[in-house]
């Protein structure tokens, strides 16, 4: 199975781009290094989508490399519908209410 793109919730894309200036504060570069991790993380479920671990309420989860993240995300037959970019310590499926807004 092959998709074509990923898309992000909004509310998804609002704590992903949180989380990189949270961490560009802590330190300058970290911010850039946290939003190519997960970016490298969705390009590989979109490449190979059924490739994340399965996971709650229907989604899968892929891992940035040497953050405490998840990007939690729907297969769907053209795309991955980010729902989550969910650091590990946060209450488990704290997004599960998440709806498509478009």
Do not use: C
């Not at 490449?47 to 989604?59: I, M, N, Q, V, Y």
């Amino acid at each position: 199975m092959s998709v074509r793109s990923a898309r992000f919730l909004a509310e998804a894309r609002r704590e992903f781009l949180a989380q990189v200036v949270y961490y560009e504060e802590i330190e300058q570069g970290l911010g850039k290094r946290f939003r190519s991790s997960v970016e490298a993380a969705v390009a590989l479920a979109v490449r190979f989508p059924l490739a994340g671990s399965s996971w709650k309420f229907g989604t899968r989860r892929v891992f940035p490399q040497r953050f405490p993240f998840s990007v939690v995300y729907r297969v769907e037959p053209e795309n991955i519908t980010i729902v989550a970019v969910a650091h590990f310590r946060r209450k488990p499926a704290y997004w599960r209410g998440r709806r498509d807004e478009g």
